[in-house]
């Protein structure tokens, strides 16, 4: 099976949101289906048929959980060496050359990926055109509105 590449922070996010399934969640809605089944006549009784359906996401989203993580790489670029080369985790700043404009990202795995916050995803077309480039080098990257050329600032492994 193909290792997925995640982040410390991914999976660490990934961990605590399977504890809270596991330990608030589940429990929470377990004594709900129980409390409903008390009112009686289950085929009128919307609470039982809502916990159930809640009952069904938490085990399904604990069941997504534990086959990322079964699957995940982690890899902490904090402590590889920093050669100036775009990698997967680095945190990368450049330049676009037509608009002068400045954007910052980190490349993430791709259930991490998040624009808004300047996390890109390993598989996204910036970030495959970043990957193995260096501080300095000028990269193209294919957008549907054509080819942006950008240059590499800094490259940070944090």
């Not at 390993?122 to 970043?130: D, F, G, N, Q």
């Amino acid at each position: 099976m193909n290792k997925v590449p995640m982040t410390v922070a991914g999976e660490r996010s990934l961990r605590e949101e399977l504890d809270h399934l596991k330990s608030e969640a589940r429990p929470q809605v377990i004594a709900a289906i129980a409390e409903a089944r008390e009112h009686g006549d289950l085929k009128e009784n919307a609470e039982y048929h809502a916990a159930r359906e809640q009952q069904g996401f938490i085990e399904g989203r604990i069941q997504e959980i534990e086959g990322k993580l079964s699957v995940a790489q982690v890899i902490d670029v904090a402590k590889l060496p920093n050669t100036g080369k775009v990698i997967f985790g680095v945190t990368v700043s450049m330049q676009n050359l037509d608009t002068d404009a400045e954007v910052t990202y980190r490349i993430v795995g791709e259930d991490e990926a998040d624009i808004k916050s300047g996390r890109i995803s390993v598989t996204s077309p910036i970030a495959r055109a970043l990957i193995g480039k260096e501080e300095g080098d000028i990269v193209v990257v294919k957008t549907p509105g054509g080819d942006v050329e950008y240059e590499i600032g800094s490259v940070v492994y944090i």
